[in-house]
């Protein structure tokens, strides 16, 4: 049974930082492609960050330069470092492992699409405040 088991969030004030850890079992995070996922109150579930099988890394837009996604294979475990943390950042943060386990699929154009990941963590709360 795969589990994914978030950890790491909490309060801090605008230029913050937090490290995210996303703590797997059931699942390889090498042989998946893990994503970290946000969404805030009222608002859809977005991609932020998400890590090829270990070996290329994307971003959306607006965290591009502050966020930085890794994994440590030997733990099994993901993280998510963010810094210069904004108001905007505040959210539930929750991390992902693909339904799939191959690298045929359009990773650049799919990765931030929920239907894409078959596994979630139970999510962690960031809250940056001004």
């Known amino acids: 049974q795969v589990q994914l088991v978030e950890s790491g969030g909490g309060s801090v004030q605008s230029g913050g930082s937090l490290r995210l850890s996303c703590q797997a079992s059931g699942v390889s995070v090498v042989n998946r492609v893990m994503t970290w996922f946000r969404q805030s109150p009222g608002a859809a579930r977005e991609g932020v960050a998400s890590s090829f099988f270990g070996e290329l890394m994307n971003y959306t837009d607006s965290v591009r330069g502050r966020f930085t996604i890794s994994q440590d294979n030997t733990k099994n475990t993901l993280y998510l470092q963010m810094d210069i943390l904004k108001p905007e950042d505040t959210a539930m943060y929750y991390c992902?492992?693909?339904?799939?386990?191959?690298?045929?699929?359009?990773?650049?154009?799919?990765?931030?699409?929920?239907?894409?990941?078959?596994?979630w963590g139970q999510g962690t709360q960031v809250t940056v405040s001004s």
């Open positions: 992902a492992a693909s339904s799939r386990d191959d690298y045929f699929w359009d990773w650049r154009r799919d990765w931030s699409r929920e239907s894409e990941y078959s596994n």
